[in-house]
């Protein structure tokens, strides 16, 4: 069990970054079901230009700044032409699933996609671990935070108190974007290549989980662990010697998913969600 454990910790820095990303966007008072396109296009943004580079910081770069323009085109599509923000999320994920099956099939050199230069993991378990702490800081004792928060629950009495919602939420959905393409580039950088696939649902299992934690930094930090910890049960029962490992992997494939669902319906009602979530 501590091998699960220690898995999942290790698992979790992904959905934790954009889990976070999401916090803040949502936060804010923009839905964001789009963390997964996001994901996806820092991840084939920076398996790309770090190989074509050669330079692993150029890579980082790249997918931050990928995720960065889809985070913004969400709010230009929901903050200046008001288009409904599921919609949007839908588009942005749709947009960048496409694209990454295009540029993955024209431009990667399928005999170079193990070359692909990247940091080391510790630089993203380290910056996973301190996010959370950082995150319930800035909301709880700055004056960014407050506004945040404030636009968040009310973006009426925000703005009679001066405060304009759409430069927040703008400034919201940049930090969405690094925190993101920052995931994105750290799964192409635990894998060692790129594929069209590579997120594989996590970008949704992100966003569960900033449910699950009822829109907070350590609360969603937990629920993160947790769905990571399936995920890594999953990788032991189809490796172990056990009687369960002769269940056929598809099953086990998707204890992780199941295990999101099943704490959606028991616990994503129990929060409410930021009052101004959706509203212009």
Same mark, same amino acid.
């Given at each position: 069990?501590?091998?699960?454990f220690?898995?999942?910790l290790?698992l979790a820095?992904?959905?934790?970054?954009?889990?976070?990303g999401?916090?803040?966007?949502?936060?804010?008072?923009v839905?964001?079901?789009?963390?997964?396109?996001?994901?996806?296009?820092?991840?084939?943004?920076?398996?790309? +230009?770090?190989?074509?580079?050669?330079?692993?910081?150029m *890579?980082? &770069?790249? /997918? %931050?700044?990928?995720?960065i =323009?889809?985070?913004?085109?969400h709010?230009?599509?929901?903050?200046?032409?008001?288009?409904?923000?599921?919609?949007?999320?839908?588009?942005?994920?749709?947009?960048?699933?496409?694209?990454?099956?295009?540029?993955?099939?024209?431009?990667?050199?399928?005999?170079?996609?193990?070359?692909?230069?990247?940091?080391?993991?510790?630089?993203?378990?380290?910056?996973a671990?301190?996010?959370?702490?950082?995150?319930?800081?800035?909301?709880?004792?700055?004056?960014?935070?407050?506004?945040?928060?404030?636009?968040?629950?009310?973006?009426?009495?925000?703005r009679?108190a001066?405060?304009?919602?759409? +430069?927040?939420?703008?400034?919201?959905?940049?930090?969405c *974007?690094? &925190?993101? /393409? %920052?995931?994105?580039v750290? =799964?192409?950088?635990?894998?060692?290549?790129?594929?069209?696939?590579l997120?594989?649902?996590?970008?949704?299992?992100?966003?569960?989980?900033l449910?699950?934690?009822?829109?907070?930094?350590?609360?969603?930090?937990?629920?993160?662990?947790?769905?990571?910890?399936?995920?890594?049960l999953?990788?032991?029962?189809?490796?172990?010697?056990?009687?369960?490992?002769?269940?056929?992997?598809?099953?086990?494939?998707?204890l992780?998913?199941?295990?999101?669902i099943?704490?959606?319906?028991?616990?994503?009602?129990?929060?409410?969600?930021p009052?101004?979530?959706?509203?212009?």
């Amino acid at each position: 069990m501590g091998s699960v454990f220690l898995k999942g910790l290790e698992l979790a820095a992904p959905l934790i970054l954009a889990g976070l990303g999401g916090l803040f966007s949502e936060r804010s008072g923009v839905m964001n079901i789009a963390l997964e396109g996001k994901m996806l296009g820092a991840a084939v943004t920076a398996a790309l +230009v770090s190989v074509a580079t050669g330079s692993a910081a150029m *890579g980082l &770069l790249a /997918g %931050i700044l990928a995720a960065i =323009i889809l985070s913004l085109i969400h709010g230009v599509l929901t903050q200046t032409y008001r288009i409904d923000h599921i919609v949007s999320g839908m588009a942005i994920n749709a947009i960048s699933f496409g694209a990454a099956r295009f540029c993955y099939a024209q431009f990667t050199d399928q005999s170079r996609n193990g070359e692909i230069p990247h940091f080391s993991e510790a630089v993203y378990w380290g910056l996973a671990a301190l996010a959370p702490i950082l995150v319930a800081l800035y909301l709880k004792t700055t004056k960014g935070g407050l506004r945040l928060l404030a636009v968040g629950n009310d973006p009426d009495k925000a703005r009679e108190a001066g405060i304009n919602p759409v +430069v927040i939420r703008y400034q919201s959905l940049v930090i969405c *974007g690094i &925190l993101c /393409g %920052i995931a994105g580039v750290l =799964i192409v950088t635990k894998t060692g290549r790129y594929s069209d696939d590579l997120t594989a649902g996590k970008g949704f299992i992100a966003l569960a989980a900033l449910v699950v934690g009822g829109w907070r930094p350590i609360p969603t930090l937990i629920a993160c662990i947790f769905f990571a910890m399936c995920e890594a049960l999953q990788f032991q029962m189809q490796g172990g010697a056990s009687f369960l490992s002769q269940v056929p992997a598809q099953y086990w494939n998707a204890l992780p998913y199941i295990a999101t669902i099943i704490a959606l319906a028991v616990l994503g009602g129990k929060w409410k969600a930021p009052s101004g979530l959706g509203k212009p």
